[in-house]
């Protein structure tokens, strides 16, 4: 065998972080505050997290330590993304929207010895203040009463205290260097942990052409939260290409959110299907021509939401899709080469084709590995150079099958790669012995004018094991007719998918991370707390 003569560069996030500060000094992350914009350049705020190293170490945070992020998405958070996983400590982004015992227990499960939260948060971290068991220090970023959480350190006044020109360890390019946990649908949220080696290689898939396809000349709206898979992976990707980095921190309602595209002008954004149709309905007026695209996940995309962008705003929305698990991307919908624009929707509407370096299988209830025909329906399964091999300090074999990941995502493929993701397994409806596809069925009802949002659960039945209950959310000014929608759907998918009973609801509760969280509705459906209507 010839050995390769190739040097042995180590892939890491320092490797990123320093070309980012080097090449693309003059690149912009902007901030939104309630005064407007703020605007520092990568090389002020390289500096500064050079100054926060420094801070950390002062305070003992060493190679492996975990530090946790409590923050909104903004430049200080920015910061941290860069000094922790750089200094050899592993930065955990605590999820805000946890309920008070899954965040308290993410935090001791992980031990964090150090918490950066931003002011306006403290009320809610000091709602678990008093269970941390590994917390050393609390440090605050902006203002607020600490005196809730106990001695507190202030972020300005320790990085005050430091010089740039930190000098950061070489690391291991296979150790952690960032954690986030799964939202906890059932159970306790699973860790992953994310290596140097895995989130260098996802930042140059997500950034090429296959993918996202942005560069210097890009901005990037961070609307996703770095809390959620570390947005999706993209502030470190944008820092490596040199995208100026737009950071609405809690402004995230449509209102706002069209404020800032308006006054900041990016180019590229990504976001949850319950945002995007916030600005659709509330926003129609909202000038988003900057914008060359969109990338959405998190859930299903409905045909509806793509086709409104196009006809509202003229910016396409391109569905991806991935898990905590996976980076997040794993796949995304780009319409395949030679497609006729009639039939661009179509795939635009499919959950996506793996990212190069990703590979996807579907198997049966049995772990075979069923054909690529479009038919074939079983549980979709991946393994990549940046999806998990196993959960942090968890001994969860059920969810690994011979090295791959068990997404529990059930769906289709096509011979070209494309994944239709049909539902969830433990949403799917199994119906007289067939799958109803919740997924399919609420994509199709979000296209009646009549309605917001649409969620599909299975409920027990004499005759069929599990029937549909559709739960919907009107649109504003709007009372849908049960019997109208049925009809609606008629022509659209398979007579036995039809529902036979429907609710109306306000909004469809929703998990930590965006995702509609069926469990919730499957439980007010068993104690009676839904009114529902008999139409067939």
């Known amino acids: 065998m010839i050995q390769s003569t190739m040097q042995d560069f180590p ?17 912009q992350v902007i901030t939104w505050t309630e005064d407007g914009p703020k605007t520092a350049t990568f090389a002020e ?63 001791n499960h992980a031990e964090d010895k150090v918490i950066i939260v931003d002011g306006s948060l403290i009320p809610l971290l000091a709602k678990v203040a008093h269970e941390l068991t590994t917390v050393e220090h609390i440090i605050v970023v902006g203002e607020g009463d600490g005196a809730q959480l106990g001695d507190t350190l202030d972020y300005e006044e320790l990085l005050a205290a430091e010089q740039p020109g930190f000098s950061y360890p070489e690391v291991d390019e296979r150790a952690a260097a960032a954690m986030c946990y799964t939202s906890g649908t059932t159970g306790n949220p699973k860790g992953v942990a994310y290596s140097h080696r895995s989130t260098y290689l996802h930042s140059f898939g997500i950034a090429s052409a296959q993918a996202m396809a942005f560069s210097q000349h890009d901005r990037l709206l961070l609307i996703v939260p770095m809390f959620h898979a570390n947005a999706w992976g993209m502030p470190y990707a944008g820092w490596s290409v040199g995208a100026d980095l737009v950071m609405p921190q809690q402004f995230l309602q449509a209102g706002p959110l069209a404020e800032i595209i308006e006054l900041t002008r990016p180019t590229y954004s990504g976001a949850v ?17 900057s914008l060359r695209q969109i990338v959405c996940g998190g859930s299903a995309v409905p045909r509806s939401l793509i086709e409104g962008f196009d006809e509202t705003f003229g910016v396409p929305v391109v569905q991806a899709w991935g898990m905590t698990e996976t980076s997040p991307l794993a796949a995304i919908a780009h319409v395949p080469r030679g497609t006729a624009a009639a039939n661009a929707m179509e795939w635009r509407v499919r959950t996506g084709r793996p990212m190069p370096g990703v590979e996807i299988r579907i ?81 199709t009802l979000m296209g009646h004018p009549d309605v917001r949002e649409a969620a599909v659960v299975g ?25 109208d929608l049925r009809a609606y759907l008629e022509d659209k998918v398979a007579k036995w998918w039809l529902p036979e009973r429907w609710a109306t609801i306000e909004e469809v509760p929703k998990t930590s991370v965006g995702k509609f969280d069926k469990k919730v509705l499957r439980r007010r459906y068993a104690d009676g707390e839904l009114e529902v209507t008999e139409c067939d």
């Open 11 to 27: 892939l890491s996030i320092t490797s990123l972080f320093q070309h980012g500060r080097r090449i693309h000094a003059d690149s």
């Open 45 to 107: 705020v390289a500096d500064r997290a050079d100054q926060l190293a420094a801070a950390l170490s002062r305070l003992g945070i060493g190679a492996g330590d975990r530090v946790g992020t409590f923050c909104w998405n903004n430049q200080h958070h920015l910061e941290a993304y860069l000094a922790v996983p750089c200094m050899g400590a592993v930065l955990h982004t605590l999820n805000i929207r946890l309920f008070p015992e899954q965040l308290a227990y993410v935090i």
């Open 273 to 289: 299907p319950t945002v995007l149709n916030d600005i659709l309905h509330n926003r129609p007026d909202a000038d988003l021509g």
């Open 363 to 443: 198997c049966d209830e049995a772990g075979a590995e069923l054909p690529w025909d479009g038919q074939a329906q079983g549980e979709i399964e991946i393994r990549g150079p940046w999806i998990t091999g196993s959960y942090y300090l968890e001994p969860t074999d059920e969810k690994f099958h011979d090295g791959w990941l068990r997404t529990g995502d059930v769906g289709t493929m096509e011979p070209n790669g494309f994944i239709q993701i049909s539902d969830r397994a433990k949403d799917v409806i199994k119906s007289g012995g067939e799958w109803i596809s919740s997924v399919d069925l609420e994509n």
């Open 459 to 483: 409920i027990p039945d004499d005759r069929w094991d599990e029937r549909p209950l559709a739960c919907v959310v009107p649109a504003e000014g709007k009372v849908p007719d049960p019997a």
